[in-house]
């Protein structure tokens, strides 16, 4: 028989400190085909063997007569659940390892659980675990209540929509979303000498109507602390915190850190996360940008009431395949007219270096754009702009 040893104990000890989520102990326990437990500082410790054939998704944890066990199996179900809705709206993004991370830490010990199931099946999906396991954290350093303290004291939210809608009738040309980035996985480091807080001002002086700042740190060399820094230089520009977003805490977090906008993702989220997430930023005054990237994610988006800023990415996040003939796909007559119909903004996303991507984009439907690498790499980002746009948009 194959298979690996794995220690696990149903509440566990995160990597850098404290107790994680009972959710997270479900995932641990769910491969256990054999248990053998054992006290260790004041926690549960199983030494479990894994068989690799049982460690199939569709098998729950072993039923025990124990609170902890029933609570882990109510859970794994619940999980169980949440994919089929997610699997019935398209979404193939699983939001975290079937079988629990694929690292796994029990005090000095760290092993890895060898299930295939534990590979991500691509960058988006390998991102969204990494988030997964990161907000864990997270949440244990600022819970909830704290971030909602820090709310208070939180600078007051600027007018994104607006911003981008004054700055289209302003210059005729998409309202500009100007990245912040300095790497991504597909690109590797965009710029090297990257001061978070310059390129903002030049951004600002170039004409862009609104900022994004990328916050992951691991796939893309962003920062919380970029964001607030940006925040309080005093840049004058909305700013959308670029961000995956799976948990409504991280909204709460942007917009502790300064965000006046977030981005959601069509392909990670389900329409209820959209439907849940947008109402939250409605109350924190947030502006949320709809990501989509296929024709279903688009309908499905289209069909939830109250979006008011979708953008559409001619990068496949699981593939980095960039197409910028893909946001004049999504447009077609039908969704053009239920998008005047309500109102929407479109927002042109990547891939976009040349006056002719900005004029192909605008004559496909846009109203604004959001545009990184080839602004970033420009050694002056303000003249970047009116490189893109053919023309001065700051005056
Ligand atoms: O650098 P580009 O090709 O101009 O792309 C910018 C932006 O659209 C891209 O960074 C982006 C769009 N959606 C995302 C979601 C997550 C991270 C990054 C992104």
Not at 45 to 66: F, G, K, M, N, W
Not at 353 to 361: L, S
Request: hydrophobic fraction near 40%; aromatic fraction near 6%; include cysteine.
């Amino acid at each position: 028989m194959e298979g690996v040893m794995a220690l696990m104990r149903p509440m566990p000890v995160s990597p850098k400190q404290g107790v994680t989520s009972p959710r997270t102990s479900v995932r641990r326990s769910t491969p256990c085909i054999s248990t053998d437990f054992s006290k260790r500082n004041g926690c549960l410790i199983r030494a479990q063997q894994l068989d690799s054939t049982e460690a199939s998704t569709t098998v729950p944890p072993p039923v025990s007569d124990s609170k902890d066990n029933a609570l882990q199996l109510k859970e794994w179900e619940v999980g169980k659940l949440q994919e089929k809705v997610a699997a019935s709206q398209g979404i193939t993004i699983r939001r975290r390892p079937p079988t629990g991370p694929p690292q796994h830490y029990v005090g000095p010990f760290e092993f890895r659980i060898q299930s295939e199931g534990n590979t991500p099946r691509n960058i988006l999906e390998e991102i969204i675990w990494h988030k997964d396991v990161e907000l864990a954290q997270w949440k244990e350093r600022k819970p909830l209540v704290s971030l909602k303290k820090a709310l208070d004291v939180a600078p007051p939210t600027r007018d994104f929509i607006g911003a981008l809608r004054a700055a289209q009738q302003r210059t005729g040309l998409p309202g500009l979303i100007a990245e912040v980035k300095k790497a991504s996985p597909s690109r590797g480091v965009l710029r090297e000498d990257f001061n978070p807080v310059e390129i903002a001002k030049a951004y600002e002086k170039g004409g862009a109507a609104c900022l994004s700042v990328l916050t992951d740190e691991k796939f893309f060399q962003g920062s919380y602390e970029n964001l607030a820094a940006i925040r309080d230089a005093g840049i004058k520009c909305p700013l959308l915190c670029k961000e995956f977003i799976v948990e409504a805490w991280q909204l709460f977090y942007a917009r502790t850190k300064g965000a006046d906008a977030v981005l959601l993702i069509a392909s990670v989220l389900t329409d209820l996360d959209i439907k849940y997430m947008t109402k939250i930023c409605k109350i924190l005054g947030l502006a949320a940008l709809v990501e989509v990237h296929t024709e279903r994610e688009m309908d499905r988006v289209l069909g939830i009431e109250g979006i008011q800023l979708v953008g559409i990415n001619n990068r496949d996040l699981e593939t980095f395949t960039v197409d910028i003939s893909n946001t004049r796909n999504l447009l077609d007559a039908r969704r053009t007219k239920i998008i005047r119909e309500k109102g929407i903004i479109v927002v042109g996303e990547s891939g976009l270096f040349t006056p002719a991507d900005i004029a192909y984009v605008q004559d496909a439907g846009v109203e604004a754009v959001l545009v990184g690498e080839s602004l970033i790499k420009q050694p002056d980002p303000a003249e970047g702009i009116a490189k893109l746009f053919g023309k001065d948009i700051s005056i």
